[in-house]
C-alpha cells in the first residue's frame, strides 16, 4: 500500500527536494566528489610550476605541469556546468510541483476563503512568493555539500603546506559564524513584514482594479490614492531597513575575507624572509586562500536563500493552510445517482457572531417537482440555494439528497446530480464551446476519462436553440474573418448566397446596408478603404498602417492628394482635441472619436504646436515626419458614420472617389497582387462572412439593422448547407478574459446551456434569467415546463413573480425563515407573505 502523503501545507521544504529528485540528487553529489578533487589540482601544480619547474628551470616540467594544470581546470568547467543544468531541472521541476499541488489545493478551498481574499493576491502568493523555491530547491543538497567539500579540502591543503599559517588563516570564520546569524534573524523579521505588507499593498491595487467603476463614478480617486500611499510607504520603509540590513551582512562577509590575506601577508611574508617558507609555497598558499573564500561566500549566500525561502514559504503555507469542507471523490464507493428527492429539517447557517442568515428551516421538494424561492430582500434565499448545492457548509441541521446528507457528500457527487445557475455566472477564458461543455467534460475527466466525450453538435445546437443562444453564436461566426485557407466549398457557397441576397433582399435592406459601388463614397468605410475599394492580400499590410507604406504615400503624393490629406488630419485633430477637452461628457465624446484614447496625449501636443504656426501649411511643415505620419494615419482612418464628432468637405470625397481607377493602375504597375479591389464573384478575406454575403457594410447606427440583415441571411445559410459550418465557426469564437465579449444576457444562456448540456437529475438556479429579456426569460420558463417538469427536481430563486403560476409549490423567506409554502393559488388565497410581496412588487 502506497504510503500516506501529508498535506500538501504541511509538507517541508526539504519535502520537495527530495520527492522525485533522488535519482537526480545522488548524480550530483558524485559529479561533486570529482570536481572538488579537479579543484585542488591546479594549486598543487601553480607550486609545482614555481618550485620545480620555473625556479630548475625544467621546461619539460614546466610544459608538462601547465597541461595537467589546463586539463583539471577545463573539466572542472565541464563538471561545474553539469552541476548548474542538474540544479536547473531539479528546481524548476521542483517548483512545478510545488505550484501544481498547491493549486490544487487552493481549488478545493471553503468558499469563504475567496470571499475575503483578493484574486490577485492569490495569484502573486502562488506565482511570485514561491519564485526562490527554485533556486533553492536546485541547491539545497549540492551547494552546501560542495561548498562544505571544497572549504575543508582547501584548508587541509593549507595544513599540509603550513598548519600555524592555516590555523590563523582559518580562525577568523568561528567569530563570523556568531555575528552572521544575529544579522541574519534580523533580515528575517523584516522580511516577513515586508511580504505581509507587500501582500496588503497588492491586495490594495487588485480591489481598485476590480472597483474601478465604483471609483470613477464616485470621483474617488483622492481617497483610493490615501489607501495606496499609506501602504507603500510603509513597504517602502520596510524595503530600506532591510537593505541596510542586507548590505551589513555583506560588509561583514567583505571585511572578514580582507583579514585573511592580511594576515598571510604579514605571518606568510616574514616566514618567507625568514627562509622558512617557499615561494612557490605561498604562492599556491595565497591561491588556496582566496579559493577557500569562494565556497565560504556562497556557503553565506545559500545561508541567506534558505532563510528567505523559510520566511516565504511557511508564510505561503499557512496562508493556505486550511481544509477542503468537502471530499473531492467518495471513498470506498461508486459515484451516487440520484432521483432528485431534496429535504430540508432544520437548516441553520450562522455567520459572525450569532447572526443566523437560515433559522431552522424544514422543506421538501419531490422527485421532479418544480419549486420557486422568493422572500424580500436578505431573506436569506440564495443561502438556501448555496447551502443544498454544497457551496457552504450550513452549521445545523440537514440537507438531503435522496436520503443522504449534503454536509457528507464529495464534491463528484454533487457535480454529477446537480447543475447549479448563479446569477452572475462565471465565463472563462477561451471559446463559446469550451464554455458550453465544460461541465460536462469537467466530469468525465474527474471519472478519469482521458479523452472524454463530449456532447455531439446536434446536442449543442439543440440546447443553443432552447436558450436562445444560437442567434448570438451564428451572429458571432457571421461576423469572423475568414482565413485564406479555408474550405474553398465554404466560400463558394458563400459567393453563391451573396447573389442570392442581392437578388432577394438587396432592395429591402438598401437602408441597412451600404453596398459596395465603385462609383459612391462610402460612408461606413474609412479613406484608406475607399481610395483602395478593396483589401490588402499581404497579411504585413493592413487599411490601418496604410500611412507606413512608402508605395502607398508615393501614389498618394503623385495624385495631388498627399497634402490635402494631411491637412485634413490637421484639422481633425484640432477638432476633435477642441471638443473633447472642453466637454464635461469626455467619455462619451471619445466613442465617437477618430483620436484613439491611448493616442490623446500624442495628438494634443501635435495639435500645440500646430496652434503655433501663422498658417495650417506652416504648421505641417514644422512637425517631424513622426507627427505628420500620425496626422495621415487619423485622415485614412477616418470613417463619416463611425466619427461623427467631426467632418470633413465635401469636396474630400469626389476627389477619393476619383482616382480609385488610377490607384488600381499604379498598383498594378508598381507592386501587382498586392491588393484585391471589390468584386461581386470574389471573396474577401478582410471582411467578416456578414459583409461578405451583403457584399457592402451594415449600418450599426441603424437600430436593429444587423439583426435584420442576419435574419434574411439564416435563411439563404441554410439553403447553402452551411448554417451548421457558420453555427461551428461561432462556436470558435473566443469570448476574451471573464467572457468580457458577452453581455450578461448572453453570459446567462451560455451558463444555463451549460447545465442544460449536463442533465442532471437537480436544477438550481439563482436568478439565473435575471439578465435576460423578456422573451428569452419565456422560453427558459417554457423549458422548465414542459422539458423538464417530472423529469427533473428545480430550485429557483425567482426574481420575476409574473413566473410563479409555473412552478409546482413556491416558498417564500423571510429574515432567514420559511413563513410559507404551498401552490401559487393556495398562497395567493391566503393573502400572506407572498400576497403582500406580489402586490408590493406591483
Known amino acids: 500500500m502506497a504510503k500516506q502523503l501529508p498535506p500538501v501545507t504541511k509538507r517541508s521544504m526539504y519535502f520537495w527536494v527530495l520527492h522525485k529528485n533522488r535519482p537526480l540528487q545522488l548524480t550530483m553529489i558524485t559529479i561533486i566528489v570529482i570536481t572538488v578533487a579537479m579543484r585542488l589540482v591546479p594549486i598543487e601544480m601553480q607550486k609545482r610550476i614555481v618550485s620545480d619547474a620555473i625556479q630548475l628551470k625544467k621546461i619539460d616540467a614546466l610544459i608538462y605541469y601547465c597541461m595537467i594544470y589546463i586539463s583539471a581546470v577545463f573539466l572542472a568547467g565541464i563538471l561545474k556546468y553539469t552541476i548548474n543544468i542538474l540544479q536547473a531541472k531539479v528546481g524548476e521541476s521542483t517548483l512545478y510541483r510545488i505550484r501544481k499541488h498547491l493549486y490544487d489545493h487552493i481549488l478545493t478551498l471553503p468558499m469563504p476563503f475567496f470571499r475575503r481574499t483578493s484574486p490577485g493576491l492569490v495569484v502573486s502568493t502562488l506565482m511570485a512568493e514561491l519564485l526562490p523555491m527554485a533556486t533553492f530547491a536546485g541547491m539545497a543538497i549540492s551547494a552546501p555539500l560542495v561548498n562544505i567539500l571544497t572549504f575543508f579540502a582547501f584548508a587541509g591543503y593549507m595544513v599540509y603546506l603550513d598548519p600555524l599559517l592555516a590555523a590563523l588563516s582559518v580562525a577568523i570564520y568561528p567569530v563570523e559564524m556568531l555575528i552572521i546569524p544575529i544579522l541574519q534573524r534580523k533580515y528575517n523579521k523584516l522580511n516577513r513584514q515586508k511580504t505581509n505588507e507587500w501582500r496588503r499593498t497588492s491586495s490594495i491595487i487588485s480591489e481598485s482594479m476590480t472597483g474601478i467603476h465604483e471609483i470613477q463614478g464616485n470621483c474617488a480617486y483622492s481617497l483610493e490614492e490615501t489607501k495606496f500611499q499609506k501602504s507603500a510607504n510603509w513597504l517602502y520603509d520596510l524595503t530600506y531597513r532591510l537593505q541596510i540590513v542586507k548590505f551589513g551582512i555583506k560588509f561583514t562577509n567583505n571585511i572578514f575575507q580582507s583579514l585573511g590575506p592580511f594576515i598571510l601577508f604579514l605571518v606568510g611574508g616574514y616566514l618567507a624572509i625568514q627562509g622558512k617558507f617557499q615561494l612557490g609555497a605561498l604562492v599556491a598558499f595565497l591561491s588556496a586562500y582566496e579559493k577557500l573564500y569562494d565556497p565560504w561566500k556562497e556557503l553565506m549566500e545559500f545561508y541567506q536563500l534558505y532563510q528567505d525561502c523559510v520566511v516565504r514559504y511557511k508564510q505561503v503555507m499557512d496562508y493556505f493552510d486550511l481544509l477542503a469542507e468537502f471530499p473531492s471523490m467518495p471513498v470506498g464507493r461508486d459515484v451516487y445517482k440520484l432521483n432528485g428527492h431534496i429535504e430540508l429539517k432544520d437548516l441553520s447557517f450562522t455567520i459572525g457572531t450569532n447572526i443566523r442568515l437560515l ?21 436569506g434565499k440564495s443561502t438556501l440555494a448555496s447551502a443544498v448545492g454544497q457551496m457552504l457548509k450550513y452549521t445545523g441541521g440537514s440537507v438531503q439528497l435522496d436520503g443522504h446528507e449534503v454536509a457528507q457528500m464529495s464534491k463528484q457527487d454533487i457535480a454529477e446530480n446537480v447543475g447549479i445557475v448563479a446569477q452572475h455566472p462565471f465565463i472563462f477564458d477561451g471559446t463559446i464551446l469550451d464554455n458550453l461543455v465544460y461541465s460536462s467534460e469537467a466530469l468525465m475527466r474527474q471519472r478519469g476519462e482521458t479523452e472524454p466525450e463530449l456532447p455531439d453538435l446536434d446536442r449543442i445546437i439543440e440546447v443553443a436553440q432552447q436558450v436562445g443562444l444560437f442567434v448570438d453564436v451564428l451572429g458571432f461566426g ?18 453563391r448566397a451573396r447573389e442570392q441576397f442581392q437578388q432577394l433582399h438587396g432592395a429591402q435592406l438598401h437602408n441597412d446596408i451600404e453596398f ?20 490588402p492580400r499581404d497579411e504585413s499590410i493592413s487599411l490601418s498602417n496604410l500611412h507606413e507604406q512608402p508605395i502607398f504615400v508615393n501614389f498618394l503624393k503623385e495624385s495631388n492628394i498627399f497634402q490635402q490629406l494631411e491637412l485634413l488630419g490637421s484639422n481633425i485633430a484640432i477638432r476633435t482635441i477642441e471638443l473633447i ?14 483620436v484613439p484614447a491611448e493616442d490623446m496625449p500624442k495628438f494634443s501636443r501635435i495639435v500645440e504646436q500646430l ?3 501663422e498658417t495650417p501649411e506652416k504648421g505641417l511643415e514644422n512637425l517631424d515626419q513622426e507627427a505628420r505620419g ?18 470633413i468637405p465635401e469636396d474630400i470625397f469626389t476627389s477619393i472617389s476619383g482616382i480609385r481607377t488610377s490607384f488600381k493602375k499604379y498598383m498594378d504597375e508598381h507592386m501587382p497582387n498586392t491588393f484585391n479591389t471589390y468584386n461581386r464573384k470574389s471573396y474577401v478575406h478582410t471582411l467578416t462572412i456578414m459583409d461578405n454575403i451583403a457584399y457592402g457594410h451594415i449600418k450599426l447606427d441603424n437600430a436593429g439593422a444587423e439583426e435584420r440583415v442576419q435574419q434574411h441571411m439564416n435563411q439563404l445559410l441554410i439553403i447553402e448547407g452551411v448554417l ?19 453581455s450578461g444576457g448572453q453570459r446567462q444562456k451560455v451558463a444555463l446551456a451549460r447545465a442544460f448540456l449536463k442533465q442532471p437529475p437537480i436544477y438550481i438556479f439563482d436568478e439565473a434569467t435575471s439578465a435576460l429579456d423578456n422573451a428569452s426569460q419565456t422560453r427558459i420558463q417554457n423549458i422548465m415546463e414542459r422539458m423538464l417538469k417530472g423529469k427533473a427536481t428545480i430550485l429557483s430563486v425567482v426574481h420575476r413573480l409574473d413566473t410563479l403560476p409555473g412552478y409546482d409549490k413556491v416558498a417564500v423567506l423571510r429574515s432567514g425563515k420559511l413563513v410559507e409554502k404551498g401552490t401559487y393559488v393556495e398562497l395567493m388565497e391566503k393573502k400572506g407573505a407572498l400576497y403582500e410581496l406580489v402586490h408590493g412588487a406591483n
Open 359 to 379: 433559522d431552522n428551516i424544514n422543506l421538501e421538494i419531490k422527485a421532479g417537482e418544480h419549486l420557486a424561492l422568493v422572500g424580500f430582500s436578505g431573506s
Open 478 to 495: 457571421l461576423r469572423t474573418t475568414l482565413k485564406k485557407d479555408s474550405s474553398p466549398e465554404l466560400i463558394e457557397s458563400l459567393i
Open 516 to 535: 459596395f459601388d465603385s462609383r459612391k463614397y462610402l460612408q461606413y468605410a474609412s479613406i484608406a478603404e475607399n481610395i483602395v475599394f478593396g483589401a
Open 581 to 594: 477637452h472642453n466637454s464635461p461628457d469626455e467619455q462619451e465624446l471619445l466613442q465617437r472619436s477618430p
Open 611 to 613: 496652434r503655433r504656426a
Open 630 to 647: 500620425a496626422l495621415l494615419y487619423l485622415s485614412l482612418n477616418f470613417t463619416p458614420s463611425q466619427h461623427t464628432i467631426s467632418s
Open 724 to 742: 451548421e459550418t457558420v453555427l461551428q465557426i461561432g462556436l470558435e469564437h473566443n469570448v476574451g478574459n471573464m467572457g468580457e465579449d458577452l
